[in-house]
C-alpha cells in the first residue's frame, strides 16, 4: 500500500505525458479524420480511392507494428525526427483512420433528401455541410468519436514501447526500483480506468441522450 | 537516398515470420473459442439475475474495456505470478489474457443479441412446451448466435491484430519475429516491407471468408 502511495508523485509525471499525447493525437486525428471522412462520403473517385487505401491499411496492421515501424524506418529513411514526434505521427495515423470511418457513417446515415434540399435552395456544399449535414450528423457522430478517444488513451500506452516515459513506461519504472509489480500495476489500471470509464459513460450518457431520434 | 534494399536477410530468416503469422493466427483462434466460452456463459447466466450478478458482470466487462490490453498483459505475466508463486509461459499467459479480455467484448456483443431475439420466439418455445433450459438450448442461443455472427468476425479480426502485443512478452509470434530480424540484421525497411503485407492480407483473407460464412448463416435484424 506505502509503495502506491510513495510511486503517485512519479506517475503523475507520466500521467501528464499520457494526457498530453492523447490530446495532440485527438486533435490531429479530429481535425484530418473529419477532412478524410467528408473525402470518403463525398469526394469524387480519385480522391476517395487513396483515402479509402489509407484507412484500410492503417486499421489493417496492429498499432503496436505502425508505432515500431514509424519509429525505426525514420531514422532508416534518413528523416530526422525524434522518437517522440514519430510515435505521436503512428498514433495520430491510426486514429485518424478510425475518426474518418465514425465520420463516413455519420454522414451515411444522413437522408438524401437533405442534401437535395440543401442543393434546391442554392446552397453551396461548403454551406450544405456546414449548415444542413454536419449539424444533423452530430448525434451519429459524437458516441463513436469519444470511443475513439478511449481507444487513444488505451493505445498511447503503446508508445512507453519505444522509450516514451508515460504512465504506462512510469509504472515500469518504479517496478524496476520497487520489485512489486502486482500493487503498482493495479494502480496504473485504476488510472487507465477512471479515465477511460469516464469517458466511456459520457459516451454512453450521448447516446442514450440522442436515441430518440428515429429516421 | 543513398539505401539500398536488400531483403537477403529477411528471406534467411522467413521461418520466424512465417511461423509467427501461424502464431498469431492459432493466438487469436484460441482467444476467439475461449471469448465465447467465457462471454455466453456470462451472458446467459445474468439473464432475469438480479442486480448483484448484473453488477458484478458489469464490472468485470468495464474493467477489462477500459484499460490498455498491454498493461493487462503486463499485469497478467509478471504481475500476478509475483504474488501467487508460481508462474506460467508467456504463451499460456497471453493465451489467458486475451481470452479474458475477449470474454468481455463478447459478453456485451451477446447480451444485446439476446435482447435482439424477437419476442414471439421465445413464446413459442414456451407454447409448444420446451423447458427454460431447452428454450435457450434451442432457440435463444442459436438465434443469438446467427444475429451476432457479423460482430463475431469482426472480433476475431480485430483479436488477430491485437496478437501483436504478444511480442512484448517475447511470445514468438509475427510482431516479434519483425522485431527480432530487424533487431538481430538491422533490415527495418525490409522486414516491415514484408511484415506490412503479411498482416494485411491475413486481415483481409479473414474479413472475404468471413463475409461468405455471414452471407450464409446470419440472420439480418429486422
Redesign the interface.
Known amino acids: 500500500m506505502m509503495v502506491m502511495v510513495k510511486a503517485l508523485p512519479f506517475l503523475w509525471q507520466g500521467l501528464l505525458v499520457t494526457l498530453q499525447i492523447s490530446a495532440i493525437v485527438v486533435t490531429i486525428a479530429l481535425g484530418l479524420g473529419l477532412l478524410f471522412g467528408t473525402a470518403l462520403t463525398y469526394a469524387p473517385r480519385w480522391v476517395a480511392w487513396p483515402v479509402r487505401a489509407y484507412s484500410d491499411i492503417a486499421r489493417g496492421l496492429p498499432l503496436i507494428t505502425l508505432i515500431f515501424f514509424v519509429y525505426y524506418a525514420m531514422p532508416a529513411l534518413k528523416v530526422n525526427v525524434s522518437g517522440w514526434w514519430a510515435a505521436v505521427a503512428a498514433l495520430a495515423a491510426f486514429e485518424t483512420a478510425h475518426v474518418a470511418e465514425v465520420t463516413r457513417g455519420a454522414l451515411q446515415s444522413i437522408h438524401p433528401g437533405q442534401t437535395e434540399a440543401g442543393r434546391a435552395i442554392g446552397l453551396t456544399f461548403v454551406q450544405r455541410m456546414l449548415y444542413v449535414i454536419f449539424p444533423q450528423a452530430l448525434r451519429r457522430f459524437l458516441p463513436p468519436w469519444i470511443n475513439t478517444v478511449v481507444d487513444t488513451v488505451k493505445g498511447s500506452a503503446l508508445v512507453s514501447l519505444v522509450g516514451i516515459v508515460d504512465l504506462m513506461l512510469a509504472v515500469q519504472q518504479v517496478i524496476g526500483r520497487t520489485f512489486q509489480p502486482l500493487p503498482l500495476y493495479v494502480l496504473g489500471a485504476a488510472i487507465y480506468f477512471i479515465i477511460n470509464y469516464t469517458l466511456s459513460q459520457l459516451s454512453r450518457r450521448l447516446e442514450a441522450r440522442f436515441a430518440y431520434v428515429r429516421e | ?3 539500398h534494399l536488400n531483403f537477403a536477410a529477411v528471406w534467411r530468416n522467413f521461418g520466424r515470420l512465417g511461423w509467427g503469422l501461424a502464431l498469431s493466427l492459432e493466438l487469436a483462434a484460441i482467444g476467439i473459442a475461449a471469448g465465447v466460452i467465457i462471454g455466453l456463459a456470462l451472458a446467459l447466466f445474468a439473464q432475469g439475475r438480479g442486480r448483484v450478478v448484473r453488477t458484478l458482470i458489469a464490472a468485470y466487462v ?2 477489462i ?8 498483459v ?2 497478467v505475466f ?3 505470478p ?2 501467487g508463486g508460481f508462474a506460467y509461459s508467456a504463451t499460456t499467459s497471453f493465451v489467458v489474457t486475451l481470452s479474458i479480455y475477449a470474454g468481455a467484448y463478447l459478453v456485451e456483443v451477446f447480451r444485446a443479441g439476446l435482447d435482439a431475439i424477437p419476442r414471439g420466439l421465445i413464446d413459442a418455445g414456451r407454447a409448444i412446451g420446451l423447458t427454460p433450459w431447452q428454450r435457450m438450448a434451442y432457440v435463444q442461443t442459436p438465434t443469438m448466435l446467427r444475429i451476432v455472427l457479423p460482430s463475431l468476425s469482426n472480433a476475431f479480426i480485430s483479436l488477430f ?5 504478444a ?2 512478452i517475447a511470445v514468438p509470434e509475427l ?1 516479434y519475429g ?2 527480432w530480424i ?1 533487431t538481430n540484421t ?1 533490415r ?2 525490409e522486414v ?1 516491407a514484408v ?2 503485407p503479411m ?2 492480407v491475413t ?2 483473407t479473414l474479413l472475404l471468408l468471413l463475409r461468405q460464412v455471414e452471407r450464409r448463416y446470419a440472420l439480418r435484424r429486422a
Open positions: 537516398m543513398s539505401y468495464e474493467f474495456r477500459n484499460v490498455p490490453l498491454l498493461l493487462l503486463y499485469l509478471y504481475g500476478i509475483s504474488v491484430k491485437d496478437t501483436a502485443i511480442s512484448v510482431t519483425a522485431n530487424s538491422f527495418i525497411i516491415y511484415v506490412t498482416y494485411l486481415g483481409w
